[in-house]
């Protein structure tokens, strides 16, 4: 076995337990992995469990690949190593937005198992929202979509102009995430994380997300040098996770971000926004 171990640092000096949680990858006896619960609000089977090993004691969501419903678009039995390579991505690179999740041999076989992250739902609100549509803020928000509420008045879908949600942005564009919905924003204790990484690293371009607000923006150096050590860290960590024309089509899909140097906007007949959105 190996561990999943890495000693993340914010800015002031403190690590989140999501980003140094040692789990291992592997086989994991049973008593190990206690399931406490099930999340029947997830599309596939999606488990609370506890971690009870190593002397550690934590809270965790398992998705078992015999949980997975079959999509027309991605191939059978592999949403749980994409939900593992996008983590890979996130650490190789350094953006840090994946809570640590590794691929198990679980109670009900093989599948992902990711640290679980308590949000507060308060901080989220204030990055993704739902607000009637003439009450938009003028500034420091972006509309993602407009529709009707249940009383008929006009609502926006709105995401703040914030520095970490747009990093998670750029993050998306190099998985080319098929599903960032708000509900897969989390923040705790100062922290941005998404989740909910299944249908990631397609070969066809299938970004789907609500984050459109920078669309056509120009990358920051910052953003770059993520993007440039996606490209030449992350291929190696994805051999074994995805296959082989998926990891090249991945390390592409870095050079064409480099060479256009801003953000796509939304284009083609795909749809580009999840639904639904939240």
Not at 259 to 278: A, C, E, T, V, Y
Request: aromatic residues 8%; hydrophobic residues 40%.
């Amino acid at each position: 076995m190996t561990d999943a171990a890495h000693d993340l640092v914010h800015a002031d000096g403190s690590r989140h337990p999501a980003l140094t949680a040692p789990l291992r990858s592997g086989r994991l006896d049973r008593e190990e992995l206690e399931i406490t619960g099930r999340l029947l609000t997830a599309s596939n089977a999606t488990f609370l469990g506890q971690l009870r090993t190593d002397g550690l004691d934590l809270t965790c969501v398992y998705k078992p690949t015999q949980g997975e419903r079959p999509l027309w678009d991605f191939p059978t039995d592999t949403l749980g190593r994409r939900e593992v390579a996008a983590y890979e991505v996130s650490r190789a690179a350094g953006f840090d937005c994946v809570p640590v999740t590794v691929f198990i041999d679980g109670p009900f076989g093989p599948g992902s198992l990711q640290v679980w992250v308590e949000s507060e739902d308060d901080a989220v609100a204030r990055l993704v929202d739902l607000v009637p549509s003439k009450r938009v803020p003028k500034r420091g928000w972006f509309r993602c979509v407009e529709g009707l509420g249940a009383d008929d008045t006009a609502v926006a879908v709105i995401h703040a102009d914030d520095p970490a949600l747009r990093r998670l942005a750029v993050f998306d564009v190099l998985v080319n995430n098929a599903d960032r919905k708000g509900g897969h924003i989390l923040s705790s204790e100062g922290h941005l994380f998404g989740i909910d990484h299944g249908v990631t690293f397609n070969v066809e371009n299938k970004l789907r997300t609500l984050l459109w607000g920078w669309g056509g923006s120009e990358l920051t150096e910052d953003e770059r040098e993520l993007v440039r050590r996606a490209r030449d860290e992350a291929p190696a960590v994805l051999v074994g996770l995805l296959d082989d024309e998926e990891v090249d089509v991945f390390a592409r899909r870095a050079d064409r971000l480099l060479d256009r140097n801003h953000l796509p906007r939304p284009k083609g007949q795909w749809p580009s926004i999840p639904w639904p959105p939240f």
